[in-house]
Structure formats: structure tokens, C-alpha cells
């Protein structure tokens, strides 16, 4: 499979709402980031994560390489989050830092 | 703040022709990269380079060139378009490092091969 599967592909929310996006990987990755594109298709760096758990503001992101997964919680969504969120994985040994995209989940948050 | 500046951000060529990407950065970063986002899609990366005047092949290098002439600039080159070669191209750079491997993206350039 994908070394990298993202989930779900697409995800509506009322304003307000909470929600969360996930990543599960094929292989033991060594670091994981998240990124937000929004709706002019800009990159935006959300979260750079080797373990644990990271917070800015009402985002949440937690890495756990053993389980071979990461998360992204949106707390009290609003409209500017809306946007494709993808997550990006770097796996250990001679990758030489390359990151290997999902293919993103597409977030609209309703009003 | 650091910053990626892509040229141009959009452009139409003709199916066969010569086409340059242009990438300056100005964080100081040793790697910078192009990937291709084709609609629907991820990123794929195209080629890298981690030091001036080396590239090395990603993971879809198969019809693009790479130029690293300096630190600060990273060129994609098309020396013959084609039709699926229509995506947009976003460059980044990051310093390579642990956290300092962090991406950070250029302003993406629309790419149209007609």
C-alpha cells in the first residue's frame, strides 16, 4: 500500500465543531509534518513532529512512530480553516530528508 | 522572515519547448526542493539538492532537469515539454535537520503545456 494514507479524504464541519485528521504509515517514519493549502494554494507549515504532541492555538498534532501514525485536531473550526490538510513523513536511514506526502484531506467548514 | 520566491508564478508553453523554473530563498537553508502537485493529488518530489552546484534525483526526475548554482537559487528545467508535464511546481527549502527540516514553500508556479 501507500506508504503514506491520509484520512478521511474529505471533511465537512459546521462552525465550531471539533474534528480530527489522521495519517497512518506503511513503515516506521522518523518525523512527520503537517501542512494546510489554502484556498489561494498556499503551503502553510502547521507542525514539524519527531514524538509527542504539539498545540498552536485550537491546532493539535501527535506523532507516534512505534504506531506508525500521526493526528491533526481542529478544535472550534472556523472558516479559514478550510483548506486540503496534508501530512508529510520522513522515514529513517538513507532517505536523505526527503518527505513522502499523503494525498491530503480537503476540510470545509461551513458557517 | 524567511521566504521562497518562485518565478514566474504562471506560465503557458508550447509542447516541446524550453521551460525554467526559477527558486530564490533567503533562509539560509542548505536543501531546497521542487515537487509537482498535479489537481486532486500530494506532492511528489522531483529533484533536491542539499549543497550549490549538486542536485540529486527524487522520486519523479524522469523528464526535468535541476540547476543549484548558488545557496539561495534552484532551477527546474523542462528542455521538452509535454502535455503531462501541466501541474503546479512548488519549490521549498528547509535546513535539513531535525526540526530544521522543516519545509518551507514557495508561492507555487502554474505550469500550463499546450
Redesign the interface.
Known amino acids: 500500500g501507500m506508504p503514506v494514507e ?1 484520512n478521511p479524504p474529505a471533511l465537512s464541519l459546521y462552525e465550531g465543531a471539533d474534528s480530527g485528521l489522521r495519517c497512518n504509515f506503511s513503515t516506521t517514519m522518523k ?1 512527520v ?1 503537517w ?1 494546510q493549502q489554502n484556498h ?4 502553510i ?1 502547521l507542525f ?1 513532529l ?1 514524538q509527542g504532541t504539539k498545540e498552536n492555538g485550537r491546532l493539535k498534532s501527535t506523532f507516534n512512530s512505534k504506531e506508525r501514525y500521526s493526528t491533526l485536531h481542529i478544535k472550534d473550526a472556523q472558516l479559514e480553516d478550510s483548506g486540503t490538510y ?1 501530512c ?1 513523513a ?1 522515514a529513517g536511514g538513507g532517505s ?4 513522502i ?4 484531506t480537503l476540510l470545509s467548514v461551513k458557517p | 522572515e524567511a521566504a521562497v520566491t518562485q518565478s514566474p508564478r504562471s506560465k503557458v508553453a508550447v509542447t516541446g519547448g524550453k521551460v525554467t523554473l526559477s527558486c530564490h530563498q533567503t533562509n539560509n537553508h542548505d536543501y531546497m526542493y521542487w515537487y509537482r502537485q498535479d489537481t486532486g493529488h500530494g506532492l511528489r518530489l522531483i529533484h533536491y539538492s542539499y549543497v550549490a552546484d549538486s542536485t540529486e534525483k527524487g522520486d519523479i526526475p524522469d523528464g526535468y532537469k535541476a540547476s543549484r548554482p548558488s545557496q539561495e537559487n534552484f532551477s527546474l528545467i523542462l528542455e521538452l515539454a509535454s502535455l503531462s508535464q501541466t501541474a503546479v511546481y512548488f519549490c521549498a527549502s528547509s535546513g535539513g535537520l531535525g526540526s530544521q527540516n522543516t519545509l518551507y514553500f514557495g508561492a507555487g508556479t502554474r505550469l500550463s503545456v499546450l
Not at chain 1, 40 to 43: F, P
Not at chain 1, 96 to 99: A, D, F, I, Q, R
Open positions: 491520509q518525523s509534518q501542512f489561494r494554494g498556499r503551503l507549515t514539524y519527531a496534508f508529510a520522513e536523505g530528508n526527503k518527505l506526502f499523503g494525498t491530503g
